[in-house]
């Protein structure tokens, strides 16, 4: 089998569950050693560790809250010791900003400690992650945020989440500009509707049809429909890919 990451290693924020998962898992299965981080959910980090290790791939668990005021130094202080012991060096290769939360809420529901705290996970979090994932990332390395579908089409019910995630499509521009010198691609990908627990709102089968319908593929998007496009954009084939948001939803913007 193919192995076109081998040698290389890889952080993926929020990869104890659903998408982020996903991602670890085909980026190991490509041959990478994983960072998987995950917030809350140490056992839910280990069976994906378990899963990539037991498929012959290398990974290793890192927890950090990203809400927490400190939640980037934590992450890095785990993710140097970790990654040393395995590598000799704290430097790596492919960063996926994943980590998010979605809270149902309105706008006219929306407090200011839920607009914080998604800020803070969503953006802030990411923002210094990669700020500080630039001096340990390799020359000719990847930088791929998670956004969402929603920054185009717009979903009321989580109406900060939304718009919280619009700063991401803007942040690949200029961090394209700023880290292309070094011949390091930064690049959005942007899920649809999917099925993890963020997306639990499609086990409902009428929202399931509704979002069917709204889409040109016509079924529910799944984890490694998203993980396999974070791969290419990992991959040496997407080098002239930067500063770009790339949608996979099944074509849910061509029918609306
Ligand atoms: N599912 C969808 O329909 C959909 C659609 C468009 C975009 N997206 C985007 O895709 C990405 C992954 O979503 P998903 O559906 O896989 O979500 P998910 O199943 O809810 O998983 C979220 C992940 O983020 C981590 N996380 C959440 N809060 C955190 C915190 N405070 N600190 C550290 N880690 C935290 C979780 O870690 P723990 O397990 O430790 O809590 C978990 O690994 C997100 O960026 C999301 O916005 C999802």
Redesign the pocket.
């Known amino acids: 089998m193919a192995r076109p990451l081998q040698g290389k290693t890889a952080l993926v ?10 991602i670890a898992e085909r980026l190991a299965s490509d041959g990478a050693l994983v960072a998987v ?6 056992a ?2 280990r069976e994906t560790v378990e899963a990539i290790t037991g498929a012959g791939g290398g990974a290793f668990a890192i ?6 005021k400190d ?1 980037v130094k934590t992450l890095y202080d785990a993710f140097d010791t970790a990654v040393q012991a395995r590598t000799g060096s704290n430097r790596f290769d492919i960063l996926v ?6 809270p149902f809420a309105t706008f006219e529901d929306t407090t200011e400690a839920v607009l914080d ?1 998604i800020y ?3 953006v802030k ?1 990411p923002f210094f992650i990669t700020q500080e994932g630039a001096k340990r990332l390799n020359d000719g390395g990847r930088v791929v ?6 920054v185009r089409t717009p979903f009321p019910d989580v109406a900060a ?1 939304s718009a919280l ?1 619009a700063p991401l499509d803007n942040l690949v521009k200029t961090l394209g500009v700023v880290l292309g010198p070094r011949s390091i691609t930064v690049n959005a990908v ?10 639990a709102f ?1 086990q409902d089968p009428a929202m399931a049809e509704a979002v069917k319908s709204q889409q040109a593929l016509k079924r529910i ?1 799944k ?1 490694d429909d ?1 993980a396999d496009v974070v791969a290419f954009v990992a991959s040496s084939d997407a080098r002239w890919v930067t500063g770009q948001v790339i949608e996979a ?1 099944g074509g849910t913007t061509l029918t609306f």
């Open positions: 924020t929020g990869a104890s569950r659903g998408i982020g998962r996903a981080h995950y917030g809350k959910n140490q839910a980090a927890g950090s809250d990203l809400a927490a939640g900003n994943n980590a998010a939360i979605a705290e803070t996970v969503n979090s945020f998670i956004s969402s579908g929603v989440y995630k942007s899920p649809g509707a999917t099925a993890t627990d963020m997306g499609l998007g984890a998203v939803s």
